[in-house]
């Protein structure tokens, strides 16, 4: 079975011995000027905007962050909070590993991205089941469930959604702290929701940018490019997605590549003369790691940003000497990044030699945690290698003697990458979706779940 993973000995242990010791949360951003004019988009419609981040955990502060940081864009840009729907779990601003309590920070010396956030649905929530309902427009299937909004588009309207979280082939997860619902949402799912939402009228086009690993795999050969719907991902279907921008104040990566890259670039230009296609390439280019890949109705992208994200100027940006901006880091760091299957790993590796030689202090005990922290990662990602490489190699899929599978990689991958197009040349998933999502689920139940590291397996269950 796989270990499930406390992270610094799990929040209560850590809101036991160090809740008196951590640092207060200092003062509030100051209110943003609201904009509650209505933003029209072409053809009489209005923009509709969902934003999803879809883990939990301390671990996981940059997917929390890219999506605060996405709302500040869509707001400040216009668009009403009446066509906004946010889903996130809600548990990083307050951790007991935030020393900044009440503030998230998306990048360095950035504003607090949480403040004034509106949360619709957080905690147990935010599930693919309420994810589908809200984007569709199904009210009844969240009624008395966090606020109970939805995408209430019509015909007229363009829609607009950024999902961050985890990712492994075929599907997009979920929080995995409360195991009683299902924690992936798989491509064919989403395919659905898109075809029942064309069919009912309720955009003319939609727009969705994804940040996961193999987050190409949701689209590749899925999507039609007939329906209105443009999408771009932060990968490819075979690749990982990078975090960026590690704090040593905050303890944890700020943010993901593909998401800081876009969100920035929405920051610093203006949309009404920036054309989709053009902010996909430049993030394309800034995203070093991975690939980012575009998928569907590719016409859509000769659209301005604006027509998306809102046409109003943003807010002018805070002054570096702001003391509501982003802690900067104790030591000087480069614009290093990371898969985002080792963020765990890297992070606790990273807390395991701060401080020098001290011994004593905060710095000292919070070393020890994290070094504690660090030897049970490794042994989790070791029982995960051990786990499946059994799973594998009694269906005939395992590496021989150990040392790699077919083109000495593993884990295998469903669909190997052709050179000349790795967003679109291979085949896609072939399995039935069902069974897939079953043994995914069997995971969930029997073997502790999946975490970051150990959703790169799970090509093995295809």
Not at 226 to 233: E, G, L
Not at 271 to 291: G, P, R, Y
Request: net charge neutral; with cysteine.
């Amino acid at each position: 079975l796989l270990p499930s993973v406390p992270l610094f000995l799990g929040e209560m242990l850590w809101t036991l011995l160090c809740a008196a010791a951590l640092l207060a949360g200092t003062s509030a951003l100051p209110t943003r000027p609201a904009f509650d004019a209505a933003l029209v988009a072409p053809a009489g419609g209005h923009v509709w905007v969902l934003l999803v981040a879809g883990s939990s955990g301390y671990m996981n502060y940059r997917h929390q962050a890219d999506v605060c940081h996405a709302y500040q864009v869509v707001h400040e840009h216009g668009v009403s909070d009446d066509r906004v729907v946010t889903m996130l779990f809600d548990d990083v601003a307050r951790s007991v590993f935030n020393p900044l309590k009440g503030k998230l920070f998306n990048e360095p010396g950035g504003k607090d991205v949480y403040a004034g956030m509106p949360k619709d649905y957080v905690g147990r929530s935010v599930s693919p089941k309420n994810f589908i309902a809200v984007l569709t427009g199904n009210k009844a299937a969240v009624r008395g469930k966090g606020s109970g909004r939805v995408i209430e588009s019509g015909p007229n309207d363009r829609v607009f959604v950024y999902f961050a979280d985890h990712g492994a082939p075929g599907f997009v997860a979920f929080p995995t702290k409360y195991h009683m619902v299902p924690t992936q949402l798989n491509a064919m799912a989403l395919m659905k929701a898109f075809g029942r939402m064309r069919d009912e009228g309720r955009f003319t086009e939609l727009v969705i940018y994804v940040e996961a690993c193999e987050s190409g795999s949701m689209f590749n050969n899925v999507l039609r490019n007939d329906i209105s719907v443009f999408a771009v991902s932060a990968a490819t279907p075979f690749e990982s997605s990078w975090a960026c921008y590690y704090n040593t104040t905050l303890g944890t990566y700020q943010g993901d590549c593909f998401s800081n890259h876009w969100l920035e670039n929405s920051d610093s230009v203006t949309l009404e003369e920036e054309t989709i296609a053009k902010q996909v390439a430049l993030v394309a280019a800034e995203t070093a790691n991975s690939t980012v890949c575009s998928y569907g109705d590719l016409s859509i992208s000769k659209q301005t940003v604006s027509t998306f994200l809102g046409s109003r100027l943003p807010y002018p940006p805070i002054p570096k000497n702001d003391s509501s901006a982003s802690p900067r880091s104790r030591v000087a760091e480069p614009r290093g990044s990371v898969s985002s299957r080792d963020v765990t790993l890297d992070v606790l590796r990273r807390l395991s030699a701060e401080g020098g030689g001290a011994v004593g202090g905060m710095e000292g005990f919070r070393r020890e945690i994290a070094r504690h922290a660090l030897a049970q990662e490794e042994r989790a990602r070791a029982a995960a290698d051990s786990v499946f490489l059994t799973v594998a190699s009694s269906l005939k899929m395992g590496p021989p003697n150990g040392k790699g599978g077919a083109g000495g990689k593993w884990p295998p991958h469903p669909f190997p990458p052709r050179p000349e197009n790795t967003c679109t040349g291979h085949a896609p998933i072939k399995q039935d979706w069902e069974c897939y999502e079953g043994a995914l689920r069997g995971v969930d139940r029997w073997c502790g779940g999946f975490t970051d590291y150990s959703l790169k397996y799970a090509s093995v269950l295809l």
